[in-house]
């Protein structure tokens, strides 16, 4: 991957995370590898997970409710529940 620019990989990365494109759609389109579409794609996703992601992705405060806290019923079942009940589901592909 030393001939494809930052841009390129950028490019490559937002595409198929914009269209859910496959590596191999991607190596029909962009005419590259498998192994440049993935390194490309590992790339980016190594920049956005490491320093960046600790600096600028922040979780929201434990807001369970004390009574589920406290209840040997339910608790055991949420202790490490991380979600929303409000429908404000998205899609993490």
């Not at 995370?17 to 490309?40: F, H, M, V, Y």
């Not at 369970?64 to 209840?71: C, D, I, L, M």
């Amino acid at each position: 991957t030393k001939h494809v620019s930052a841009n390129e990989k950028l490019a490559t990365f937002l595409h198929m995370a914009r269209t859910g494109s496959n590596s191999r759609l991607l190596q029909e389109r962009l005419q590259r590898s498998a192994d440049t579409i993935s390194k490309s794609i590992h790339t980016i996703l190594n920049c956005l997970t490491g320093s960046f992601y600790t600096k600028h992705v922040h979780l929201p405060p434990d807001s369970t409710p004390p009574e589920v806290k406290a209840s040997g019923k339910f608790y055991p079942y949420f202790r490490n529940a991380r979600g929303a009940i409000d429908g404000s589901h998205f899609h993490a592909w």
